[in-house]
């Protein structure tokens, strides 16, 4: 199994996780590696961490990031506009974190088949990782000789989707016009008809192209099916 997740909760002298997101990710690598199940993670080794909230000597709550040696960051071989991408765990700029996206479920997909490791079934751990559906689609598409839907049903069957919250609000939605930016040559390439769609909801999107779901609550699950019943 291949596990993407866009943080991950290891140990404290790796800062490339925010709280309980991260925890639950780090714990389902440290159960598995128990167990002595296949599976591999899928993530960003941020350079400049993430923020460490600390309390100054007027009181009041400062941010300050907890950065990683980067002679230990394998990204040096990059392009420094290229590092950006992956330098600091989420960002409040809307194109960078899509690309941020693109590089860990694409980039994500390409390095696993670079390195020749094999798995049969992929799990999104929340939606950012969702780009690599689109990349297994063309990949089966392009490479498999599937049609489409074919494609489209194939990574269904193989794909679980780990959601964390049904709030809105709590995920980023992107018109389309920006997507196009990034993933017009994936329509000319598979014949997607995005035309009359408005925006792009990587959460809804990643409920559509897997086959089964679930929630790291049972409350959040029942609040998630209701929300997306009409998907």
């Known amino acids: 199994m291949a596990y993407f997740c866009t943080e991950f909760g290891l140990h404290h002298t790796l800062p490339i996780y925010s709280g309980g997101f991260g925890f639950l990710a780090g714990d389902i690598l440290k159960e598995t590696s128990d167990m002595g199940l296949p599976m591999v993670g899928v993530g960003f080794m941020y350079p400049q961490g993430y ?37 600091h765990l989420y960002t409040p ?23 020749g490791i094999e798995y049969s079934i992929l799990h999104l751990n929340e939606g950012h990782p969702t780009c690599v559906l689109f990349e297994r689609v063309r990949v089966f598409i392009e490479d498999g000789g599937l049609s489409l839907d074919e494609a489209i049903e194939k990574v269904k069957r193989t794909s679980i989707f780990t959601t964390h919250t049904p709030l809105q609000a709590a995920t980023e939605v992107y018109s389309f016009n920006m997507m196009s930016n990034y993933f017009e ?47």
């Open 93 to 115: 700029d809307m194109n960078q974190g899509l690309r941020q996206q693109i590089v860990l479920g694409i980039g994500g997909y390409r390095m696993l088949e670079e390195i």
């Open 185 to 231: 040559d994936y329509r000319k390439r598979l014949g997607h008809r995005w035309r009359d769609v408005k925006r792009y909801d990587r959460r809804r999107c990643a409920l559509r192209y897997d086959r089964a779901s679930d929630a790291c609550r049972d409350r959040q699950g029942r609040n998630s099916h209701r929300r997306t019943d009409s998907l």
């Open 51 to 87: 923020v460490r909230q600390v309390i100054g000597s007027d009181g009041w709550q400062q941010g300050a990031n907890e950065t990683i040696d980067k002679d230990c960051a394998p990204i040096e071989r990059n392009d420094p506009w290229d590092r950006q991408i992956s330098s």
